[in-house]
């Protein structure tokens, strides 16, 4: 999901040091690969959020009454900063 070496970091979305701290220790809590892939897509389990942060961004909500309406026509009341 991400790299890090001496000279470069890079990350699809967000360093959140808080999230890849959360990713990895649950990458290492898991007896193997596929649990850990189980875990990222249950919505219950904090690793998902943590990948989501990772890959997408943070989401933040807009200010009561502010919304906008996205290429699909959804209307969100959330986005993400860029």
């Known amino acids: 999901m991400w790299v890090e070496t001496p000279h470069l970091r890079a990350i699809h ?32 389990d904090p ?9 997408k961004g943070a989401e933040y909500r807009l200010p009561d009454g502010l919304h906008f309406h996205d290429k699909e026509g959804t209307r969100r009341d959330a986005a993400r900063p860029k």
């Open 47 to 55: 690793l998902m959020n943590a990948m989501e942060v990772a890959l």
């Open 13 to 44: 979305a967000c360093w959140s040091p808080e999230h890849i701290e959360r990713l990895s220790e649950g990458y290492q809590r898991h007896d193997n690969v596929d649990d850990f892939l189980h875990a990222l897509a249950d919505p219950e």
